[in-house]
Nanobody
Framework: QVQLVESGGGLVQAGGSLRLSCAAS????????LGWFRQAPGKEREFVSA???????DYAESVAGRFTISRDNARKTEYLQMNSLKPEDTAVYYC???????????????????WGQGTQVTVSS
């Protein structure tokens, strides 16, 4: 069983930055494929970014060049550095972990088997 706990959300003005963290339990964190998703009110959950166990990454077109995903296996923590934030980035952000397809960069939410509880990010104009 893997538990994921997000932190770092909050209220920020447009153009500002936030760093989200996702702390994980489990002995084999370095083998997990990890991802970030977000869900705005009235919208479906959408892919933001993902990182494989070997460090390969992928980003949604809407955040590429502004967001950076990373992982610290020693700390069992995944990060999402968000710069140049826009009001349309407002959403609940979720981290996710997959323990089965570790070498892949996974962009489909249904593949992930563990999820955090979410952290609210609000960007004011």
């Amino acid at each position: 069983q893997v538990q994921l706990v997000e932190s770092g959300g909050g209220l920020v003005q447009a153009g500002g930055s936030l760093r989200l963290s996702c702390a994980a339990s489990g002995r084999t964190f370095s083998n997990y494929a990890l991802g970030w998703f977000r869900q705005a009110p009235g919208k479906e959950r959408e892919f933001v970014s993902a990182i494989s166990s070997s460090g390969h990454t992928d980003y949604a077109e809407s955040v590429a060049g502004r967001f950076t995903i990373s992982r610290d296996n020693a700390r069992k923590t995944e990060y999402l550095q968000m710069n140049s934030l826009k009001p349309e980035d407002t959403a609940v952000y979720y981290c996710a972990a997959d323990t089965r397809h570790t070498m892949l960069v996974i962009t489909t939410p249904t593949v992930y088997d563990y999820w955090g509880q979410g952290t609210q990010v609000t960007v004011s104009s």
